[in-house]
């Protein structure tokens, strides 16, 4: 990206050098160089997606370990799978208030960084 901006202003000022392009012309020019690559180099990100077969409101497990400080943890399901868990989507529970081996229930969704635990509720 900085490679980018360098080379816009430099065909910025090479271009007013040149009696052919006005100030205003030049201005545009660079503004749109500047948002471009900007743009250009967003991140994107993927939005999360339910995992169809065998999740659900129904999933089970136990807290494997929280860390209450940071706000995420894992959960062992009851088939064995690990699941991470931030605390943004735990309900009726402070973070202080989870502990491992605690039994929970949730919904699983497949993210970017793999699957995560939504919607947990203590049981």
């Not at 040149?18 to 948002?35: D, E, H, M, R, T």
């Not at 605390?87 to 989870?98: M, T, Y």
């Not at 039994?103 to 993210?111: P, Q, S």
Request: avoid cysteine.
């Amino acid at each position: 990206m900085v490679f980018n901006v360098a080379l816009a202003i430099a065909v910025y000022f090479a271009l007013t050098f040149l009696p052919a392009f006005s100030y205003n012309w030049l201005v545009g020019l660079l503004v749109v160089a500047i948002v471009a690559t900007l743009i250009g180099n967003a991140s994107i990100t993927v939005p999360a997606t339910v995992i169809p077969a065998g999740t659900g409101t129904g999933t089970k497990g136990s807290i494997k370990w929280f860390n209450a400080t940071k706000g995420f943890g894992f959960i062992t399901g009851d088939d064995g799978n690990e699941v991470f868990v931030h605390f943004r989507n735990v309900e009726q529970l402070s973070k202080r208030e989870i502990k491992p081996g605690q039994r929970v229930a949730y919904r699983v969704t497949e993210t970017e960084r793999g699957p995560q635990a939504e919607d947990v509720s203590p049981l």
